[in-house]
Nanobody
């Protein structure tokens, strides 16, 4: 499967953005789809994940209550709704697929796309 993230942009603190991750190819119900982000000079970090089949969701503490992950089977797309954005949310956001269940480590995910830049100004 190939993944393509989109929807990033330049916003002000407190604004919202909705990222999309479109998948070409079949995603099996056992897969977990995850959003990660990477700021300059930092490691890629977990943001949120969703079980493709059951819809179960998981979030990093830093985004709980502000971000929401969802998926749409018909379009093979995973979304990340980001509200109350903060300057520390600035990063390139990537989506990936885990075939080995839920993981908070980027090494468990594959099919990374190019990512989409999110910049939040104060």
């Amino acid at each position: 499967v190939q993944l393509q993230a989109s929807g990033g942009g330049l916003v002000q603190a407190g604004d919202s953005l909705r990222l999309s991750c479109a998948a070409s190819g079949r995603i099996f119900s056992s897969a977990v789809m995850g959003w990660f982000r990477q700021a300059p000079g930092k490691e890629r970090e977990f943001v949120a994940a969703i079980r493709w089949g059951t819809g179960g969701t998981y979030y990093a503490d830093s985004v709980k209550g502000r971000f929401s992950i969802s998926r749409e089977h018909a379009s093979n797309t995973v979304f990340l709704q980001m509200n109350m954005l903060k300057p520390e949310d600035t990063a390139v956001y990537y989506c990936g697929r885990s075939r080995s269940g839920l993981s908070y480590s980027p090494t468990s995910y594959d099919s990374w796309g190019q990512g989409t830049q999110v910049t939040v100004s104060s």
